[in-house]
């Protein structure tokens, strides 16, 4: 298997369905030992049951939690391999409405939870690891109102840029993923609106919005022997190529997105 006997660390994967279950569960089909963490233990426990692994609690925009998680997957299995950063938190907001509230946890989960990801890993990572963020298309293809937590990923993708430089020396590989839109759990709210899913694919040149697996197939990818690093990888079926319907064009408007809990 392409990944036996590495030790692999997914952050956000608590929900079934979700991008960051699937990429466990990929990870750990590959042979990799899959530690998994969320703030959700309980959906952990059903993940890490169902592909041998090991279910950590952690909340992914807290620096001392993250800098645990590491300690504690060393302390399980003497060695990280592989680092899988999909958390996420969704701000909803126009720049006329946003609160500080809003700005702070958007940033504290969608930025500085991945830098201390990224130090925390490296620090305890073998050389010739390799570190995969999810991130978003909205960064290069606006979306309203999706302002503010785009701009965080945005500062993420500059991150995985440096991160690359630094680490390169040690043949540590860092890359993020810009999924467009995904058919995952954590949008069932939005893609249940009748339309939308329609309206996203025909802004989508494969013609369909993706899911889970796309992308957990592209982490596994990543996570191999590849002369790939500072990547920040379009991840959408081309809809990169084509830009995002305008709000107004989505059925049921700004109102589709106050529900939604997609990255």
């Known amino acids: 298997m392409r990944l036996k006997d590495k030790v692999a660390v997914v952050l956000g994967a608590s929900a079934e369905g979700g991008t960051g279950w699937a990429i466990a569960e990929a990870l750990a089909e590959a042979g990799a030992k899959v530690v998994v ?34 300690d504690a997957t060393v302390a399980a299995y003497g060695k990280i391999d592989i680092a899988v950063n999909s958390a996420a938190l969704p701000v909803i907001s126009l720049i ?23 130090k925390y890993m490296t620090e305890r990572m073998n050389d010739g690891g390799a570190i995969t963020l999810i991130s978003s298309n909205s960064t290069t293809q606006p979306q309203p109102p999706h302002f503010a937590y785009a701009c965080a990923k945005s500062a993420m993708d500059c991150l995985v840029r440096y991160a690359a430089l630094e680490y390169g020396a040690r043949g540590i590989r860092v890359n993020s993923l810009l999924p467009g839109p995904i058919k995952s759990a954590m949008a069932k709210h939005l893609f249940e609106i ?6 996203y694919a025909r ?35 081309g809809n990169h190529l084509t830009g995002m319907p ?13 529900s939604d809990q997609t990255a």
């Open 37 to 70: 963490a969320a703030r959700n233990k309980e959906g952990l426990d059903r993940l890490a049951g169902k592909i041998g692994g090991i279910a950590i609690s952690c909340d992914a925009g807290s620096q001392k939690e993250i800098e645990a998680l590491a």
């Open 203 to 237: 802004h989508i040149p494969l013609g369909r919005v993706g899911h889970p697996r796309d992308y957990a197939d592209a982490v596994v990818f990543l996570s191999g022997p590849t002369f790939i690093t500072g990547l920040n990888m379009p991840l959408s079926g």
């Open 194 to 199: 009748p339309g939308v899913e329609e309206t």
């Open 96 to 118: 006329r409405d946003v609160t500080p509230e809003q700005l702070q946890q958007g940033i504290d989960v969608n930025y500085f939870g991945h830098v201390w990801f990224v």
């Open 246 to 258: 305008f709000l107004e064009d989505i059925p049921s408007g700004e109102d589709a997105y106050r």
